[in-house]
Every structure is written in structure tokens, then in C-alpha cells.
């Protein structure tokens, strides 16, 4: 706890973009991603020598969530800030904010380690994620920022920012925007453009064609071009650009005619063998040195058919959770278009019917021979459904619709379970739901009758309190013998996170 709040003391007299300089130690290490995973640190640190005065780092964000040891990883290199707080500069990522933290797993595992003090070390992550920088200046010619930048990107206006108010990216200031948080458009209010430079500098990706666009695929931010690149960068006397943000197989990646390099350092990200880890030396003269490595346990290394069929088996599970979450939408439109009653559908049918619904630019004629029983160019469209089903606790018929939101109410849980007892009453559990069902769709929404059922099924103890673990993890998908397709099937390794979700104001005007 003390190095929490001499961290935040610290980071307090810090500008909100930061300088830092090449001159004295010859060369600056920048690492991306590190997502809670430990070994890829330590391996880093190995490789590459600690942080010292004369061997400085750039830690470029999202070093919490999703792994087991956000933690550690966090206390290291805090501590390393506090020994070194010219040589150690850590930007902040889209993740270092308590909405990602009750999704992602953060705030899950600080209640697990330290479960008398959790919520008031909660509260101090909070402060710290805070103050930390949005960005670096490396010998004034190279930005270091997570996410990227929009047309709008102004450095000097960000260094002015009073970044301390962003508590969550994802919540703005009262004033920001309308009620409809995914509604940024054009921002008349000066704090709404501010906020949308905030988010932008956090949450974007870089794209191969001109332009600036909204991001709609993570939902926050936008797609910049290397055009924008070229003129956001040249506007500021600026050579080149070092994001993170996204996984890369090779570890790292250049684009925009190699003045964005994309920086990512946790290896086996999805899966064993799934990607490497890189981290990026830069030397006086804006010189580079690339290096790459991969954590394992084992000294063998994966062929590239182990390495692709362990990344497919959870590509594949994660497919069947978003089918089995769209069972009854997947079956309506389907029989709209089995006039005849029979049970079969032409394969375009069943190709624009799964485009549409799952909402995934997949090679579904491919993929059909693992998903649904065909019959030359006719698809069987309920055998989708014949080889696995959903369960959860005793109760053997669960609502798709529920099974879809199972993210979202955790969310909600979380919140409400302000004292991270661990646990809702079960008239908490049905306001969530409530709260939920005003938030999506009218066809998406679930019934009173199912969350009854699910109430009382997931109140093992029939104490009147659900506890949130049990919850989340009672929830599988079974084959036809009722075995699990996958354990632990509630992973927080989604490929792309979406932030900024339609059920993110509901949330927070419940929890207020």
C-alpha cells in the first residue's frame, strides 16, 4: 500500500505527456502489452538488464488484467518508478481503468490476494491509474503512446489536460457527451473534444488506407490512416510512432510506411505458441533494435501445426459460446428461410443468416464442416446445436440470452458488491438483470421466468446470496454426454476487448 501511494505522490508532479531523453544512457527500451503475465517481464529483465539510471524503459501500457499476476507486475514496476523516476516512465494504457479491471479480471484478482484490504487497495489502483502520463516524448522525436492518434490529436493541448478527472476513459466527465455514449460525432463542448483526444490517444488502431474514422470494432477510439500519421506527426516535429494496443504474431509490426510500429511484449497471448513477445531498444538517431522472445515452461519449441491447433481449438470454442449466446435468434432467421418446412436451408442461406447474426467476417463455407451437418449445398441449420448444449448449476435449459450478458452482469455484480464481499443478495441479482434488459435489445432480453430460474439455481446454499465466482464459472457448454468442451471456459482473453459497450451507462447509473 505504501508504494501505491508514494507511486501516486510521484506520478502527482509528472506532466501528462512526459519527456525523456536518449543523451545519458545511450539508449531507451520500450515494452508494450504485458497483461498480467509475469514470466514475460522477467524474461525482459533478464534479456535485457533491470531498470537503472543508465538503462531507462518505457512500460507502454496495459500491464493489468487478463493474466494472473497484473499484481506483481504492477508493484515492480511501480517500485522500479520509484527508484529510477527519470529512468522509468509508464504510459497509460486502455486497461489501467476499473471498468476493464471489473471485466478483465484485475479487480477479481485483487480480491482473491487480499481480501480484507481489497477495496481500499482498489481505490488506490484507481488513483494511480489516474495520474499516470498518456504518453512520452523520446528526444523529441518520438511519441510513445498505447493506443494512437485521430486527425484531432493535439500533443500540445493534451499536455494541459487535467487527466486526473479520467478516473474511467470510459465514463466521462459530467457535460462530455449525451446519454449515449457511443454516440461521439462531431463534440460541440470543448470537454467533449477533450475527452475524445483522451480517448483516442488510448484506444485507436492504425489502418492501411487514408482517413480517420470511429473505431467501431472495439467500439472506442478511431481507424487513423498513414496519412493521418504522416501529418499528426510532421505537425509536431516528429519522426516516428511507438503503439502497443494490439496482439502481433511476430511480437511487433510496421505500418504507415514504417513511421508506426506496433509494440506488443506478452507471448502466448491466446494460446500456447500463439504469438512472441518483442520489446523495442531506441538508440540516439532514432535507430531501432527489435527483439523478440516467447515464455514457456517447456525448452521444446512448438511446430507450426501445434502452434495453429492450439490458437483454432480456442478460436473454436469461443465461436460455439457466441453461437449457442445467438441459439434463438440463429433458428428464427434460418426458418425464414426453410419455406417448406424441412428442416434444411441452401448453404448461402446459412452463410448470410451466420454473417449477419454473429456479426463475424468468418470463411463460413469453410468452417461449416465443424459447425453444421451438410448435405451437398443444403445445410441441416438446427444440427448447429446437436453437438453441444449449454448448462449451468441444476438447471438444464438456460436462456441463450442470458448466457450472452453473462459478461455484462458480472460487470454489474461487481459494482453493486461495493464492499467485494464477494457476493450479491439475490434481489441484487434480479435488479442487475432488470438494469441489463433495459440496456439491450427487446429481442435479446431476458425473461422474468429465466431469471427466477437462474436465481434460484445458482443460490447453491439457498442462503439468499449468490456468490459472483460460482456464478460465472457454473455456466458450460457440454457435448451430447453432458462432459465439458473446454474447463474453465470463462477466459478473460477475448482477442479484441469492446470498451465501450451499449450496457456501460446502465451499469454505472445502477451502481449509482
Known amino acids: ?25 545511450g539508449q531507451l527500451t520500450i515494452c508494450g502489452d504485458l497483461h498480467g503475465k509475469l514470466d514475460d517481464l522477467l524474461i525482459i529483465f533478464y534479456k535485457n538488464g533491470l531498470p537503472a539510471s543508465n538503462n531507462p524503459y518505457i512500460f507502454n501500457g496495459d500491464f493489468v488484467d487478463r493474466g494472473p499476476h497484473s499484481v506483481e507486475i504492477s508493484m515492480l514496476l511501480f517500485s522500479s518508478f520509484l527508484l529510477y523516476p527519470n529512468a522509468v516512465f509508464i504510459n497509460r494504457g486502455n486497461h489501467e481503468d476499473y471498468v476493464m479491471n471489473l471485466r ?19 481505490r488506490l489502483y484507481q488513483e ?12 523529441k522525436r518520438v511519441l510513445c503512446c498505447h493506443g494512437g492518434i485521430s486527425s484531432d490529436t493535439n500533443l500540445n493541448f493534451l499536455k494541459k489536460v487535467d487527466r486526473h478527472k479520467y478516473i474511467s476513459i470510459l465514463r466521462p466527465p459530467p457535460g462530455c457527451v449525451d446519454d449515449n455514449i457511443l454516440n461521439r460525432g462531431e463534440m460541440d463542448s470543448e470537454a467533449g473534444k477533450e475527452w475524445k483526444q483522451v480517448v483516442d490517444l488510448l484506444w485507436s488502431d492504425p489502418k492501411m488506407q487514408n482517413g480517420c474514422e470511429p473505431n467501431t470494432f472495439r467500439g472506442g477510439g478511431c481507424f487513423y490512416g498513414p496519412d493521418v500519421s504522416s501529418s499528426v506527426l510532421e505537425r509536431h516535429k516528429l519522426d516516428l510512432l511507438i503503439r502497443s494496443h494490439e496482439c502481433k504474431s511476430d511480437g511487433y509490426e510496421w505500418t504507415h510506411d514504417r513511421r508506426v510500429l ?13 504469438n512472441k513477445g518483442a520489446y523495442v531498444k531506441l538508440l540516439p538517431g532514432v535507430k531501432l533494435q527489435i527483439v523478440q522472445f516467447m515464455a514457456s515452461k517447456t525448452q521444446r519449441r512448438l511446430t507450426i501445426r501445434e502452434s495453429v491447433g492450439n490458437v483454432a481449438m480456442t478460436a473454436m470454442h469461443e465461436l460455439r459460446e ?7 435468434d440463429l433458428l428464427r432467421e434460418c426458418r425464414a428461410y426453410d419455406h417448406r418446412k424441412t428442416g434444411m436451408i441452401p448453404l448461402k442461406d446459412w452463410v448470410s443468416v451466420m454473417q449477419a447474426v454473429i456479426d463475424a467476417k468468418l470463411p463460413w463455407r469453410i468452417l461449416r464442416e465443424q459447425i453444421v451437418r451438410a448435405e451437398g449445398q443444403m445445410i441441416a441449420y438446427e444440427s448447429t446445436f446437436s453437438d453441444f448444449h449449454l448448462t449451468c448449476a441444476n438447471t438444464p435449459n438456460v436462456a441463450p440470452s ?20 464477494g457476493a450479491v443478495t439475490v434481489d441484487e441479482f434480479v435488479h442487475a438483470c432488470e438494469t441489463l434488459n433495459q440496456a439491450i435489445g427487446e429481442n435479446a432480453r431476458i425473461s422474468a421466468e429465466d431469471i427466477r430460474t437462474i436465481a434460484r439455481a445458482v443460490d447453491l446454499n439457498q442462503d439468499g446470496l449468490i456468490e459472483l465466482n460460482e456464478f460465472v464459472e457454473s455456466f458450460r457448454l457440454v457435448d451430447r454426454l453432458g462432459r465439458p468442451i473446454l474447463p474453465n471456459n470463462r477466459k478473460n482473453t477475448a482477442p479484441i476487448e469492446r470498451g465501450f459497450h451499449p450496457t456501460i451507462d446502465a451499469v454505472f447509473q445502477h451502481a449509482e
Open 1 to 25: 500500500m505504501e508504494i501505491l501511494l508514494e507511486t501516486r505522490k510521484k506520478l502527482m508532479t509528472i506532466g501528462t505527456i512526459s519527456t525523456a531523453s536518449t543523451d545519458l544512457s
Open 104 to 122: 478483465y479480471g484485475f479487480v477479481k484478482e485483487i480480491m482473491a490476494k487480499y481480501k480484507k484490504h481489497a477495496t481500499q487497495l482498489l
Open 128 to 139: 494511480v491509474f489516474s495520474w499516470l502520463p498518456l504518453g512520452t516524448i523520446v528526444d
Open 262 to 274: 506496433t509494440i506488443f511484449s506478452a507471448s502466448n497471448y491466446y494460446e500456447k505458441g500463439s
Open 322 to 328: 457466441r453461437i449457442i449466446g445467438h441459439k434463438e
Open 402 to 421: 442470458f448466457y450472452r450478458n453473462v459478461d455484462n452482469l458480472e460487470t454489474i455484480f461487481r459494482l453493486i458488491d461495493g464492499g467485494n464481499k
